[in-house]
């Protein structure tokens, strides 16, 4: 799973975590993954262009990082979490695929990057993501 | 207020340590690791004692005898002696007029019922005089549950003799009356056989019996689980009352903590702080996991099937 391969969509990256986020979507909506993999794909090549996120207390500082939008009819709405390696998204790492309900996936970016320094936070936004995991009927994962 | 619950405190012992004191050194020492102790809280407790083939029994200050009731009501003066002192809770001490029969009693009341307290015994005729305590005969302090159940404290029985010899025997009791005795004095061979059944002793002859009794949850004091079963009702209805604020009952065989009772009140605020133990760990333990591995956009799309040039 883990093997490098040479070749084409090496601009983006996928953390264990967001491939975990990735398995679970693939239960729940296979036609949310291929868009998630469409979008992919265009952050690979350069056609898209993440929107930039913002330092919140509730997420932390994601400022390097950037959202994409994930569309699919008749699905609720997703979002992708990419962090800038490489400077304007040339190179992208994904942090959280998730859901954007009560902001979710930028509340699993803040806590996978650990950018919640003070520990109350933290655990407060472990807290909200526990909530909205099971008002999702999801599985209660971080 | 009889139904308030009773509550010992180190006040409450100290004051017990008087009449500890006349069972040697140990009594009190005994008395103060195994009776559990709340700072500030009410001590309801009474004393029953035998004047010949009678049994009086006394709680917070009212005798409840109705022979006694009857002369107080017809001459107050009549009455014990009072003495109360002032510590942050009000103890009041009664002291019966002919130490050699009677035996002496103590209440306590909340500093902010002493003013009530003072006019209620001034109007009975009562004295609030200083005086020791002394004359004890066959004595038992009895505590009154929140659940309305007499709860048995100690009993000095004939303490005069053979002082060094005495065992503290620790018992559990309770009656089931509040108010035992009232209009049925028991004779005396009738008496030992209900003292028997009350503190569910086996030993006719103790010399004192001590029960040490709880419905507070304090640092240190564990109840064992008959004695959370018996008070099961006092424990709910004082979590009723108290809500988050009421201490949680610790208990486990051999008073080895293993379990505990609390209002639900505080059992819905700890299941917020539980949860956010439980997931801080689980998240600690999630960054703790990540290793750095990262997979390509390629071979993810590999994993799950998803040919990625025709998307």
Redesign the interface.
């Known amino acids: 799973m883990t093997a490098r391969r040479r070749g084409p969509y090496l601009n983006v990256v996928l953390t264990a975590v967001a491939l975990a986020d990735l398995r679970q979507i693939e239960k729940r909506s296979l036609d949310v993954l291929a868009q998630v993999f469409r979008l992919l794909k265009q952050l690979d090549n350069g056609t898209l262009q993440p929107t930039r996120l913002q330092s919140l207390a509730k997420t932390g500082d994601l400022t390097d990082c950037g959202k994409i939008v994930v569309l699919v009819d008749g699905e609720p709405e997703h979002r992708i979490v990419v962090r800038d390696l490489g400077g304007s998204f040339q190179v992208s790492e994904v942090v959280a695929v998730e859901n954007r309900t009560d902001d979710l996936p930028y509340l699993l970016a803040g806590l996978r990057l650990a950018r919640q320094g003070d520990p109350i936070r933290r655990s407060d936004a472990s807290r909200r993501i526990a909530r909205i995991r099971r008002a999702l009927d999801q599985p209660d994962e971080t | 207020m009889l139904r308030d619950g009773v509550w010992a405190t180190a006040e409450l012992l100290d004051e017990l340590g008087d009449t500890l004191g006349w069972l040697g050194p140990g009594a009190l020492a005994t008395a103060k690791a195994t009776l559990p102790m709340v700072d500030g809280s009410l001590v309801l407790v009474a004393a029953t004692w035998f004047d010949g083939p009678n049994m009086w029994t006394s709680v917070n200050g009212l005798d409840w005898s109705p022979a006694a009731e009857q002369a107080a009501l017809a001459d107050p003066s009549d009455f014990p002696t009072v003495t109360y002192v002032d510590l942050e809770r009000i103890i009041i001490r009664f002291r019966a007029p002919e130490p050699d029969k009677h035996t002496c009693w103590f209440t306590s009341t909340p500093c902010r019922d002493i003013g009530a307290q003072r006019l209620e015994y001034s109007a009975a005729g009562f004295a609030l005089l200083s005086a020791p305590l002394t004359g004890y005969d066959d004595t038992q302090l009895v505590g009154l549950t929140n659940d309305g159940h007499l709860m048995m404290l100690g009993r000095l029985d004939d303490y005069s003799r053979n002082v060094d010899q005495r065992p503290w025997w620790p018992l559990l009791g309770t009656t089931r009356r509040a108010r035992p005795h009232r209009d049925h004095p028991i004779p005396r061979r009738r008496r030992r056989r209900h003292l028997r059944r009350i503190v569910g002793a086996v030993r006719p002859r103790l010399q004192l019996i001590t029960v040490m009794y709880m419905n507070v949850y304090t640092a240190g004091s564990t109840e064992t689980v008959s004695d959370a079963r018996k008070h099961l009702t006092g424990h709910v209805a004082r979590f009723r009352a108290e809500g988050a604020d009421a201490e949680p009952v610790v208990f486990g065989d051999r008073r080895k903590p293993e379990a505990v009772l609390l209002a639900f009140e505080t059992f819905s605020m700890l299941l917020?702080a539980a949860?956010?133990?439980v997931?801080?760990q689980?998240?600690r333990e999630?960054?703790a996991a990540?290793?750095g591995?990262?997979?390509?956009?390629?071979?993810?799309?590999?994993?799950?099937g998803?040919d990625?040039d025709p998307?």
């Open positions: 917020e949860e956010d133990v997931i801080a689980r998240v999630r960054d990540d290793s591995e990262r997979t390509s956009l390629a071979d993810a799309a590999a994993e799950f998803i990625l998307l």
